[in-house]
């Protein structure tokens, strides 16, 4: 079955609304509570209009005086138009505002570089204090959304627009603790979000029957990021490759690769968005495509390399015989 991320945090805030009186839901104008849903969380929804500095400020405000805001806004604006207000009144205060970002990644792309949110991940990772949550699914958005109302200091969360598919069936995810969706001992494919999941899941099938096997992990927390799997995960491999749908700087595999080099030495590939603005219009799925954030892709790049390295060792030893 197939659930927008976005539409299944909404549902899960509005069951969590009328449990706990202190949450409050701040709109920019998303469009993404409709008539039925404002009436359900009655005066726990507010709706500023499009202002996402106002927004953040006012959330901020809210937190300091006891309430747990909830702020819908698109990727793209929480993390440019509005970071200051995010860095200084949020992330410096500690305080427990929940941004819940909508079109992350490519899934406005429709609309072009102005709302393509690549470079979120890297941004807001960097913030002290800030939890940073990329779910792959609906289901893990409402375990999230349960999960968030314990949670101390503020949370990024980034979310799609339209509908996606729900991962294989696999334990609940728990913000700060990596997903082991599969285990193998060849090479580690680490991705996340929806679209670079599924994909390293489908590399990982493709993978084995070539004779290599690959553990996937679903690295759907950035911060706090849990070295901890990743390192038990990489030390028996010889590879690792990372997928994300953001800007390959600073994101998901820089984070990776900043773990690995400090506590196990692997060789880390990252593939993501190349260096430039979109140049391309069409939606999420011919976007993934076009810039080849695939499975094939995933297996390409192993195949090439575990070759060449098998090449390079055939060499070696070559020469030493010699």
Known sequence: MSRATREA???GLLSALDRHPELICLDSDTGLFGADHVAAAGDQYLNLGIAEHNLMGI???MAACGRIPFVNTMAAFATSRALEAIKIDIAYNRLPVRIMATHGGLAAGHLGPTHQALEDLA???VLPGMTVVVPADAAATEAFVEQSLNLAGPLYVRLGRKPTPELPAAPPPI????QTLRQGGDVVLVSCGPYPVLACLAAADMLAEQGIEATVLNMHTLRPFDTETLVAAARPATLVVTLEEHWRSGGLGGAVAEA???RAPIRVLRLGMPDQFVDEVGNQE???AHYDLT?????RTVRTTLDAAARSGMADRETVTV
Do not use: K, N, T, W
Not at 175 to 178: D, E, F
Not at 295 to 299: F, P
């Open 260 to 262: 690995l080099a400090e």
């Open 295 to 299: 499975a094939e892709r995933v297996v």
């Open 123 to 125: 941004v807001l990772r």
């Open 59 to 61: 959330a901020a405000g």
């Open 9 to 11: 945090y909404r549902d």
């Open 175 to 178: 913000i700060g603790q990596a």
């Open 286 to 288: 011919h976007l993934v």
